[in-house]
């Protein structure tokens, strides 16, 4: 016969207490009750939780150690819900759950959050990074107020809206030669060591398909997953490469500079809500806030004017 959830609260008084008396006080009872209590819970467990003490003490036995550890990390996690239920009484408490692709977390949602901070000085947002498989996947489970990704694929479950899309760039080190052009061509990339996306990403498809038009031969050398590490690659001088304006805008400076192309490779970013997962405060003006970051991006491409300085970028 299992043990009751009233043995299991006058077990914890007793252990917390150290003494029947003690415990009996906390409780309201009397010591014969607890005694009694204690007892047949140790009957039904079918071994001893205390050594029995003069003066109503208790020693606990290495079994009632360990089954107090078990009932403390019981009560701990009930005292987390039960102050997370509090917290959800104020509306400036809800923690928003964002699923983002990581180069958007990385290069997208930094400026879109600070300006959303500016407006929610009080808002709260837990992002999670995910590869666009899983995202959808999790995305679909109505597990998160709002994700962000590549392309514009329905996912189900979910509403999927577009933001405006923008071109990819060239990245390439401090110093080398194609910064003195303003804008570059397919053609420049002849024999360039070139650092490509994953064989199976859309966009290496895409970049690939324009090279070949051109009939342009580079040296490829090595590739990677991620448009970051990319970056993280030219910057090193281990070559160039064709990456989304919003991570190449992100990762420029003093060791990388991007350069437009004369041929577009547009790159498209979507924001998926979930249908059947309630609206959370807040989520209207983070997608106001992430629009005006991708119209900040447009607005830096756009007003490039085919600077030839190296340090431009």
Known sequence: MPITHRQVELFRAVMQAGSLGAAAQA??????TLSRELSLMEQRLGYALFERAKGARLKPTAAAQSLFDTVLRHYQGLAQVQAQ???????????LQLLALPALAHALLPPALARWLQLEPQGRVAVT???????AARM???????GLAEGESAVSGCRVEALPALPEVAVLPAGHPLLRRGVLRPEDFEGQTFISLADDD????????LFAASGVQRRMQLQTTSSVAACALVAR???VAVVNPYTALACAGDALHWRPLSQTIPYRVALIRPLRRPRAQGVDPLV???RQACADVAARLSGHKGDTRARGG
């Open 129 to 135: 990074p995910a590869e666009t498989p899983q995202l």
């Open 237 to 239: 001088g281990l070559g």
């Open 140 to 146: 679909a489970e109505q597990g998160y107020d709002l």
């Open 202 to 209: 859309p966009y290496r498809a895409a970049i690939d398909r």
């Open 288 to 290: 106001d806030a992430l």
């Open 27 to 32: 409780l309201h009872s009397s010591q014969p």
């Open 85 to 95: 239920a509090l917290a959800l009484q104020r509306a400036d408490a809800q923690q």
